[in-house]
């Protein structure tokens, strides 16, 4: 790093803006990210929306086109509302993992703002989502668009062909089932969404190609079983157990038409597209936080930015990285940019200024120098729950003042299992890991059977953990939805892990779906 | 880097979920409407704003753990005085997970806002007007024009001449008319042989062909009847899409405020519903005591008459305004009565038969609204309390579905008796002259 002792020109003498100034500032933001921190990042885009574009882009996951459905109109009211009421402000912006990637900026924002935005957007999360192992694994940066256009026409496609109802309760059922749709596991390819759509079309040329009306008065042979397939076979025929249950249904529901297995399709493509931003909120929003930081203050080092941009943008920084305390009512859980970004901050002090207590933490990285390496390595191999439970310091938890209480219904009080002392420093950290664990935050759920033999019912289980029961009435409602889409009764078992005992059964017969 | 310009993208991408969610929760929203149209007052009723529905019917289920029962663990940032081993008496009301609730989840209802238009569609659902207006537009007596084609007749004034060039060139161009430059030439080329005077024979040769050409240019003419084309009209029936509301009230002392209130919502539900229905509506002010007179809507409402009350008044009144202003042909007439049921006994054999021989065949709809205080105790049998006019009216036979009358006591009764009113018909005729309330 070169030590500028010619100050450079201001970026902005004003705070309004216009697309010079936006050139100016990414300018900026790219030669301190790129080149003095060393950020891989995807092509940018930035595109600057209205108010009313940004509610739009809320309502639909954040992508700038997604198929219709009326949950996404019930969100977009929801959040109309609030803003309307001045309850909520708008996000400042929202980026897309795509290639290029995506960075909505809005209007009213001020050119520090923009400033901000952009060196949170286009860089941090840019960088995050290039290079995270999670994203590289279960997400097609470079085939996304092409594919939510396809599904949207698709969807579209299917309304007009079997009305708009048949459409929606199909959408109903795939959505009630959104976290049982996605593969936890490494596939053996990256996914690829650009064949998708053609895939999708050839099958679809072949089935027209290869109708025949003739066969249809054919008479149609009963199947003579060629004794009972035991049970292993079965299983493994099924791939069961199965615990992406939309894949299950795709796959193996005898019910439902073409389309209806390519909608499910669909659902479940997308909740896989969003699986690792679930699993990385901390990492995600750190890294973004720690590099608009870092380029923030570069630029007023450098003289970029005057003081009173400077303490604009301290201002948003600290509201972003706020942490109340747990007994303060504006309390709502961690916050993920507050913990992120002062564990990041930590791994930098940690690299350069290690204390003793550092060095026997953190052998590997303490005084080690480096800490933009250091850190990239960290954002490309980590997920929030090991990255917690590998880098989450002494020092950041007694500063936090974190302490872990247990709450065991056998009980009657509430008991302070660990504190930020010698004792509870290990103990804890676990413990705060895993709740950042989406396999343990989701209720474990698998399709464990069918009865081929006798009245075709799936059974599935819930291995329950720690006696926590799924919400009983929503679980009724999702499991109706499943009914409907295998076409016959489901049976869901709750099955308490240690002993095996059954807690709780919830069944659902199929209503026809509308086709 | 690349920076597009979104802003001026057309907005209201999201207009297709929008319309879906309301669908979805279309008899929802309706209650919702409903319910709150009663609270608002008659001047907002046309506006949107904000409703809300339970948050059960549109409720997205998901498998989710519940939030109560079983062990649960808690990381929590701030701690002041615990060590280790510490109890914490547990929360009331059941510790509130870490896990908040989830947006637009919980009990509580779910509150977004409605346009103006979604509003008002959703307000006025299923009312329609009574089934009058087609009647009127099929006998034809105002009938418009419309153009309808070509014909090869017609005035010279509608001579489409685009038409009967275009039909006259391609004639010329396939009869093969010389063309007056081609004539022109030969005559040149003529003009100068003979002035040389060496080549007579050639001359000769091209005066024949001169004298063909303009032989055949005769016979075959510029314009020819034939190639004739005038733009046709037709006439055809043309829907009245104008509405005028004569609202009709006894001011009289026996009115009070709070009849008059009644009354004043009742005109402005009408009002608003017309006004969703035609192009254009006029309003009529017509007060009466024993005289009556036109009046604006300031004066309609806020001023009190005294003097006895002889409804026939306020009909003539009203067939004047008609006569002068508003020819049944070219207005669709509705009007609306609200009184508290006085009128001089000799005066009503002249009402009922005023209204219903010369007013009701040039009305729409005529809906008499008899207002009554809001503590006057329940009738038992409603023929026993009836007022006179009520009782005029009601006598009033083969008075058809272009009449209707109803009571109203109290606030919340008049978007109930409205309803009925333009309730739209078709599961067997309603009882229609019921007392409502």
């Not at chain 1, 201001?10 to 697309?19: E, I, K, P, R, Y």
């Not at chain 1, 990041?344 to 204390?355: A, H, K, L, N, V």
């Not at chain 2, 060590?83 to 779910?110: C, K, L, M, V, Y």
Request: hydrophobic share 35%; net charge negative.
């Amino acid at each position: 790093m070169t030590m500028h002792l010619i100050p450079k020109p201001l970026l902005f003498h004003s705070n309004d803006w216009d697309f010079d100034t936006i050139r100016r500032i990414y300018d900026a933001c790219e030669r301190i990210g790129v080149g003095e921190l060393g950020l891989d990042v995807y092509p940018n885009q930035i595109e600057t929306i209205t108010a009313e574009q940004m509610l739009d882009a809320y309502s639909s996951s954040g992508m700038p086109l997604f198929y219709k459905h009326w949950s996404f109109g019930k969100h977009f009211a929801h959040h109309e509302a609030v803003y309307r009421r001045g309850y909520g402000d708008l996000a400042y912006e929202i980026v897309i993992n795509s290639n290029p990637c995506i960075s909505y900026i809005m209007e009213e924002n001020s050119a520090t703002m923009q400033t901000l935005v952009i060196a949170h957007a286009a860089f941090g999360h840019n960088h995050f989502f290039k290079n995270n192992y999670l994203f590289k694994q279960w997400t097609d940066a470079d085939g996304i668009l092409d594919y939510l256009d396809f599904a949207k026409t698709y969807i579209s496609d299917c309304e007009e062909r079997y009305g708009h109802l048949a459409v929606e309760r199909l959408l109903d059922a795939a959505h009630a089932l959104n976290s049982q749709a996605v593969h936890r596991y490494p596939r053996r390819s990256k996914p690829d969404l650009r064949s998708e759509e053609r895939r999708a079309n050839e099958r679809r040329a072949h089935d027209e190609q290869m109708f025949n009306d003739l066969w249809r008065t054919v008479p149609r042979t009963e199947k003579i079983r060629t004794g009972n397939l035991d049970e292993e076979r079965r299983r493994a025929l099924l791939q069961l157990p199965q615990e992406n249950v939309l894949y299950f249904l795709e796959k193996t529901a005898p019910k439902l038409a073409p389309w209806q297995r390519e909608i499910l399709r669909i659902v479940r493509n997308v909740a896989q597209y969003f699986y690792p931003q679930r699993q990385t909120k901390v990492m995600n929003e750190g890294c973004a936080t720690f590099v608009h930081y870092k380029i923030m203050n570069r630029l007023h080092e450098q003289g970029m930015l005057d003081d009173g941009s400077y303490f604009e943008f301290l201002k948003s920084h600290t509201n972003v990285t706020f942490q109340p305390k747990y007994d303060d009512p504006r309390y709502g859980g961690l916050n993920p940019y507050a913990i992120g970004f002062a564990m990041m901050t930590d791994i930098e002090r940690i690299c350069t200024e290690p204390t003793e207590e550092d060095r026997q933490w953190f052998p590997e990285i303490a005084g080690k120098g480096d800490p933009m390496g250091v850190l990239r390595d960290v954002w490309a191999n980590y997920r929030d729950e090991s990255f917690l439970l590998q880098f989450l310091s002494p020092k950041l938890m007694r500063e936090w003042r974190m302490f872990h209480v247990v709450d065991d219904p056998d009980r009657p009080d509430l008991r302070v299992d660990a504190i930020h002392d010698e004792r509870g420093y290990r103990r804890m950290r676990r413990a705060l890991a895993r709740q950042y664990d989406v396999a343990w935050i989701d209720p474990d759920i698998q399709v464990v059977d069918v009865d081929l033999a006798g009245d075709r019912r799936l059974i599935l289980h819930h291995n329950v953990v720690n006696k926590m029961l799924l919400e009983s009435e929503d679980a009724s409602r999702v499991l109706q939805h499943l009914a409907d889409l295998w076409g016959y009764d489901v049976l869901m078992k709750e099955i308490d892990a240690p002993t095996g005992m059954v807690l709780k059964e919830h069944r659902a017969s199929a209503q026809p779906i509308g086709r | 880097m690349h920076i597009v310009d979104r802003r001026l993208n057309p907005g209201g991408k999201s207009l297709g979920n929008r319309q879906r969610f309301l669908r979805r929760a279309q008899s929802l929203v309706r209650r919702a409407v409903r319910d709150q149209s009663r609270d608002r007052s008659i001047k907002d009723m046309g506006e949107g704003g904000e409703v809300s529905i339970p948050s059960d019917g549109v409720r997205e289920p998901s498998l989710r753990r519940s939030s109560a029962g079983g062990m649960r663990e808690h990381v929590l940032p701030g701690n002041k005085q615990f060590t280790e081993g510490d109890t914490i008496p547990r929360p009331q009301g059941g510790g509130g997970g870490s896990e908040g609730a989830e947006e637009g989840g919980g009990e509580d209802d779910f509150r977004f806002v409605l346009s103006q238009d979604e509003f008002l569609d959703l307000f006025l659902e299923d009312l329609e007007l009574p089934d009058l207006a087609k009647t009127r537009v099929e006998d034809l007596e105002n009938p418009a024009w419309r153009r309808a084609g070509y014909s090869t007749s017609g005035s010279p004034a509608n001579l489409s001449l685009t038409r009967t060039m275009r039909n006259s060139l391609s004639r010329r161009i396939a009869l093969n008319r010389p063309k007056s430059s081609e004539m022109k030439e030969l005559e040149e080329e003529i003009a100068l042989l003979e002035g040389r005077g060496d080549e007579p024979d050639r001359v000769a040769a091209l005066r024949v062909k001169l004298e063909g050409l303009e032989r055949r240019r005769k016979l075959i003419p510029f314009v020819d009847p034939i190639d004739l084309r005038y733009r046709q009209f037709a006439p055809y029936p043309k829907p009245v899409a104008q509405a005028v509301m004569i609202c009709l009230m006894d001011v009289s002392g026996s009115m009070t405020e709070h009849m008059k209130d009644l009354a004043k919502r009742f005109y402005a539900l009408l009002y608003i519903f017309l006004k969703r229905r035609y192009r254009h509506v006029e309003l009529v002010f017509i007060r009466h005591t024993h005289t009556a007179e036109e009046v604006d809507e300031d004066t309609f409402f806020h001023s009190t008459e005294t003097g006895g009350t002889v409804v026939s008044t306020a009909l003539v009144e009203m067939l004047k305004v008609l006569q002068e202003r508003y020819r049944p042909e070219d207005w669709n007439i509705y009007a609306a009565q609200a009184s508290d049921g006085d009128n001089a006994p000799n005066d009503n054999e002249r009402t009922v038969s005023l209204l219903q021989n010369q007013i009701l065949p040039m009305m729409q709809y005529f809906a008499y609204l008899e207002v009554k205080p809001e503590d006057e105790p329940l009738s038992l049998g409603l023929t026993s309390r009836a007022s006179d006019l009520w009782r005029a009216y009601e006598a009033m036979d083969d008075a058809g579905p272009r009449f209707a009358m109803r009571q109203v006591r109290h606030r919340r009764d008049i978007f109930p008796v409205f309803r009925e009113l333009f309730r739209r018909r078709g599961q067997g005729a309603e009882a229609e002259r019921v007392g409502a309330s």
